[in-house]
């Protein structure tokens, strides 16, 4: 039996350049922005609807290229509780 191949080679397929990822994570921000632009008044009045825009802007302008996934998923993730709310309510 073989060692596995070193720095993560068992991957399937080519790696995306960076363009390739930049473009990924941005196409994943403007869904987000479609999400949340397309809540009813009453989410736009909680206070994570801002926290939300906070994250898809600021931190996700600030954050390197590695960073802004996690922003995106805590993003994403506020956005789920806020369209549970809007339709609970």
Do not use: C
Not at 34 to 49: F, I, K, Q, S
């Amino acid at each position: 039996m073989s060692p596995p191949p070193p720095n993560g080679a068992e991957r399937a397929g080519p790696r995306k350049t960076f363009r390739q990822r930049y473009d990924d994570l941005e196409a994943r921000r403007a869904e987000l922005m479609r999400r949340l632009a397309g809540l009813g008044e009453a989410a736009r009045t909680h206070p994570a609807y801002k926290r939300s825009l906070r994250l898809l802007n600021e931190a996700f302008r600030r954050g390197r290229l590695a960073q802004r996934l996690a922003v995106l998923e805590a993003a994403a993730w506020l956005i789920d509780v806020l369209e549970r709310l809007a339709s609970a309510g």
